[in-house]
């Protein structure tokens, strides 16, 4: 592989696991939930995925376990939260901490033990194409799901009566409720869908990007996606953008490193992803029109069914 | 007997066992010891934190009744220390190990308000009376791996992933290139800061830009065997940090450079039990055992074993320095002469690269 595809990989697996919990969040916020237990859900993941994997030796059970590990997570913040009406902010932080405690105890027996990295996906001849071929194919499955993920959720939102009943439920949860949604059912689904897609962000992450389980090996990325859904301002295409160039930024300022290229100091470059986030977030807001954020206006808010 | 609190649990309960703890009076010879373990991160990260975590654990074993441990992890450098720190002196412990450089500050603190309790600080150079320094002269095994890094590496280009920019990474980067070089005068060591000790996943993205760019050898100072899994799938070599990370890249491990904290742990608290403990600045390294050199990886041929083996029985010994002059720095100046090498103080200050590091 020529450098610049090889660099080009690299960036591909590293905006996959923002790119996968961002875009559950995402669906999650939609619907009028913040959940701010990605981080936790994103470790639960990724402990669980690996020890199914490493004990049963499939990786298609590990995603699916580490799917169910953060949906039974996104449940326990669902009920205290949608059932419970306890705060989500709050709730959400909990989480997080929760997530960390708990796949540390689940995994203390699996520090220092190696998995087999998730199998490329490789394509009897479209994966030699030079350039393309590694870039478009011979990845593992949770990559290409990524992707895919971003696309049926566009048209799921967009096109669907499902997903317009769940951005009703996000943007005036008492009018939703008024022609008969049930809000809260609409939320523990789109909760749950945000659990399930931090859970495989965390399998991707224990599995495929460092196919082993150390403690808190999600080392923030979590918040990296709360932040990016912010950064995409709601919207699944600038979502994908976004992954990609946080992910690209990232692998760039090290590459730059290695190669001596820019006579700064590193920890500027560090701060790069950051810096191209508010910067972002600038433009968009100074955009023609002044184009609102968009965020859902129930965004955060506990739903009491009127009597 | 073993205490495990996480930091959270202890912060909440803070104000209850503050009022709890008796005032220090304490006998001279004790009858059994508390000794507490501040940790900068998880003590499953299998390297840094690990390694302490295994001393401790040591210190039980050893002394079995008379002791007591307890630990926090995931203790971050800044003002959450001091606050746990403080509570593990203020909750009967009789000396705190407080186990990364960024502490430093925090336990001279909290060491002022807790004259009674026994205070050990891993990597620094501050002390007091109640403040012993404990490091570990890593730079020794860097000269031992340079050494097989030199003799071993084609491209004659070794990546190296380091944390932060202190004199401890600064050393261990100078240490290594310098052993290098010496096999292989062209070597170029090029260095990528990830300005974390700990994130795997940018570990191995380090790993794979420095690979991309010709680095047929990683070496890292950061805590994660992330690295070194890159290297074994990527078909090139590496070093364990911390501890043998050899189930990780059976191959590509060349070697690692090991830490043995248990004998210095278990002195220690013996010494509080017999009441003779005492501030003081240790700084052991291979001959003390405090850094031991791992097994040698299957690509280690037996010349470059026994090359390895020579500069570590030449520093054991004492006939070798790994910062033996004559040493030019980045620019070319000659900042040690021939026959002179540098102090330990001017280690512990070290800013500045030798020739052939690029950072």
């Given at each position: 592989?020529?450098p610049?595809?090889?660099?080009?990989?690299?960036?591909?697996?590293?905006?996959?696991p923002?790119?996968?919990a961002?875009?559950?969040?995402?669906?999650?916020?939609?619907?009028?939930?913040?959940n701010?237990?990605v981080?936790?859900?994103?470790?639960?993941?990724?402990?669980?995925?690996?020890?199914v994997?490493?004990?049963?030796?499939?990786?298609?059970?590990?995603?699916?376990?580490?799917?169910?590990?953060?949906?039974?997570?996104?449940?326990?913040?669902g009920?205290?939260?949608?059932t419970?009406?306890?705060?989500?902010?709050?709730?959400?932080l909990?989480?997080?901490?929760?997530?960390?405690?708990?796949s540390?105890?689940?995994g203390?027996?699996?520090?220092?033990?190696?998995?087999?990295?998730?199998?490329?996906?490789?394509?009897?001849?479209?994966?030699?194409?030079?350039?393309l071929?590694?870039?478009l194919?011979?990845?593992?499955?949770?990559?290409?799901?990524?992707?895919?993920?971003?696309?049926?959720?566009?048209?799921?939102?967009?096109?669907?009566?499902?997903?317009?009943?769940?951005?009703?439920?996000?943007?005036?949860?008492?009018?939703?409720?008024?022609?008969?949604?049930p809000?809260?059912a609409?939320?523990?689904?789109?909760?749950?869908?945000g659990?399930?897609?931090?859970?495989?962000?965390?399998?991707f992450?224990?599995?495929?990007?460092?196919?082993?389980?150390?403690?808190?090996?999600?080392?923030?990325?979590?918040w990296?996606?709360?932040?990016?859904?912010?950064?995409?301002?709601?919207?699944?295409?600038?979502?994908?953008?976004?992954?990609y160039?946080?992910?690209?930024?990232?692998?760039?300022?090290?590459?730059?490193?290695?190669?001596?290229?820019?006579?700064?100091?590193?920890?500027?470059?560090?701060?790069?992803?950051?810096?191209?986030?508010?910067?972002?977030?600038?433009?968009?807001?100074?955009?023609?029109?002044?184009?609102?954020?968009?965020?859902?206006?129930?965004l955060?808010?506990?739903?009491?069914?009127?009597? | 007997?073993?205490?495990?609190?996480?930091?959270?649990?202890?912060?909440?309960?803070?104000?209850?066992?503050?009022?709890?703890?008796?005032?220090?009076?304490?006998?001279?010879?004790?009858?059994?010891?508390?000794?507490?373990?501040v940790?900068?991160?998880?003590?499953?990260?299998?390297g840094?934190?690990?390694?302490?975590?295994?001393?401790?654990r040591?210190?039980?074993?050893?002394?079995?009744d008379k002791?007591?441990?307890?630990?926090?992890?995931?203790v971050?450098?800044?003002?959450?220390?001091?606050?746990?720190?403080?509570?593990?002196?203020?909750s009967?412990?009789?000396?705190?190990?407080?186990?990364?450089?960024?502490?430093?500050?925090?336990?001279?603190r909290v060491?002022?308000?807790?004259?009674?309790?026994?205070?050990?600080?891993?990597?620094?150079?501050?002390?007091?009376?109640?403040?012993?320094?404990y490091?570990?002269?890593?730079?020794?095994?860097r000269a031992v791996?340079?050494?097989?890094?030199?003799?071993?590496?084609?491209?004659g280009?070794?990546?190296?992933?380091?944390s932060?920019?202190?004199?401890?990474v600064?050393?261990?980067?100078?240490?290594?290139t310098?052993a290098?070089?010496?096999?292989r005068?062209d070597?170029?060591?090029?260095?990528?800061?990830?300005?974390?000790?700990?994130?795997?996943g940018?570990?191995?993205?380090?790993?794979?830009a420095l690979?991309?760019?010709g680095?047929?050898?990683?070496?890292?100072?950061?805590?994660s065997?992330?690295?070194?899994?890159?290297?074994e799938?990527?078909?090139?070599?590496?070093f364990?940090?911390?501890?043998?990370?050899?189930?990780?890249?059976?191959?590509?491990?060349?070697?690692?450079?090991?830490?043995?904290?248990?004998p210095y742990?278990?002195?220690?608290?013996?010494?509080?039990?017999?009441?003779?403990?005492?501030?003081?600045?240790?700084?052991?390294?291979?001959?003390?055992?405090?850094?031991?050199?791992?097994?040698y990886g299957?690509?280690v041929?037996?010349?470059?074993?026994?090359?390895?083996?020579?500069?570590?029985?030449?520093?054991?010994?004492g006939?070798?320095?790994?910062?033996?002059?004559?040493?030019?720095?980045?620019?070319?100046k000659?900042?040690?002469?021939?026959?002179?090498?540098?102090?330990?103080?001017?280690?512990?200050?070290m800013?500045?690269?030798?020739?052939?590091?690029?950072?």
């Amino acid at each position: 592989m020529d450098p610049i595809t090889a660099t080009t990989v690299s960036v591909i697996s590293a905006a996959t696991p923002l790119l996968l919990a961002a875009s559950g969040e995402l669906v999650t916020e939609k619907a009028g939930v913040l959940n701010l237990g990605v981080e936790g859900m994103m470790l639960v993941g990724a402990v669980s995925g690996f020890a199914v994997t490493l004990t049963t030796g499939s990786a298609t059970l590990g995603i699916l376990s580490a799917a169910l590990a953060g949906a039974l997570l996104s449940l326990l913040f669902g009920l205290l939260t949608l059932t419970l009406m306890a705060n989500q902010v709050a709730t959400g932080l909990a989480l997080t901490i929760f997530g960390v405690g708990v796949s540390s105890l689940m995994g203390a027996g699996f520090v220092g033990t190696p998995v087999a990295r998730l199998p490329r996906l490789d394509i009897p001849g479209l994966s030699g194409i030079p350039i393309l071929g590694p870039l478009l194919f011979g990845h593992d499955a949770l990559v290409y799901l990524s992707v895919a993920a971003v696309v049926l959720i566009v048209w799921f939102l967009s096109r669907t009566r499902a997903g317009m009943v769940l951005r009703a439920c996000g943007e005036n949860d008492e009018a939703a409720h008024a022609l008969g949604y049930p809000v809260i059912a609409v939320r523990y689904a789109a909760v749950l869908f945000g659990g399930v897609m931090s859970g495989l962000a965390g399998a991707f992450l224990s599995l495929s990007y460092t196919p082993m389980w150390v403690e808190n090996m999600t080392a923030g990325r979590g918040w990296i996606a709360l932040a990016l859904v912010v950064f995409a301002s709601w919207r699944p295409w600038r979502l994908l953008i976004g992954a990609y160039l946080f992910g690209g930024v990232t692998i760039l300022q090290l590459h730059a490193q290695g190669l001596g290229l820019f006579a700064v100091p590193s920890q500027v470059l560090s701060m790069l992803p950051y810096l191209a986030t508010i910067l972002v977030l600038a433009l968009i807001a100074a955009g023609s029109g002044r184009r609102r954020l968009d965020a859902p206006a129930c965004l955060g808010k506990p739903f009491h069914p009127p009597a | 007997m073993r205490l495990t609190t996480t930091r959270r649990t202890l912060l909440a309960g803070a104000a209850a066992t503050t009022a709890l703890a008796l005032p220090g009076h304490r006998l001279l010879a004790a009858e059994k010891v508390r000794a507490g373990w501040v940790y900068v991160g998880p003590i499953g990260d299998h390297g840094w934190t690990y390694r302490h975590d295994v001393g401790r654990r040591d210190v039980e074993k050893a002394l079995g009744d008379k002791v007591e441990t307890s630990f926090v992890e995931n203790v971050a450098e800044g003002p959450d220390a001091e606050r746990v720190i403080r509570q593990l002196a203020a909750s009967g412990n009789d000396i705190v190990f407080a186990t990364s450089f960024g502490f430093m500050n925090s336990v001279i603190r909290v060491a002022k308000q807790f004259p009674k309790v026994r205070f050990e600080h891993a990597t620094g150079y501050k002390t007091a009376p109640n403040v012993a320094v404990y490091n570990a002269r890593f730079y020794e095994g860097r000269a031992v791996i340079g050494t097989i890094a030199g003799m071993l590496s084609k491209s004659g280009i070794v990546g190296y992933i380091a944390s932060f920019p202190i004199p401890e990474v600064v050393m261990g980067i100078n240490a290594f290139t310098l052993a290098m070089r010496k096999k292989r005068p062209d070597a170029q060591i090029k260095v990528v800061w990830v300005n974390s000790w700990y994130d795997p996943g940018k570990e191995a993205d380090a790993a794979k830009a420095l690979i991309d760019q010709g680095a047929d050898i990683i070496s890292q100072h950061t805590d994660s065997p992330a690295a070194l899994q890159v290297a074994e799938e990527r078909g090139v070599s590496g070093f364990g940090q911390s501890s043998d990370m050899r189930k990780f890249a059976p191959n590509a491990q060349l070697t690692a450079i090991v830490d043995d904290w248990g004998p210095y742990y278990i002195e220690r608290v013996q010494a509080v039990l017999d009441g003779t403990w005492k501030s003081r600045v240790v700084w052991y390294g291979l001959k003390e055992g405090m850094v031991r050199i791992a097994p040698y990886g299957p690509r280690v041929p037996e010349e470059v074993r026994a090359e390895a083996e020579a500069v570590k029985q030449g520093i054991i010994d004492g006939t070798l320095h790994p910062f033996a002059g004559p040493i030019k720095d980045q620019a070319g100046k000659l900042r040690v002469p021939e026959g002179e090498h540098l102090s330990d103080e001017e280690l512990l200050k070290m800013d500045w690269y030798v020739e052939g590091v690029q950072a």
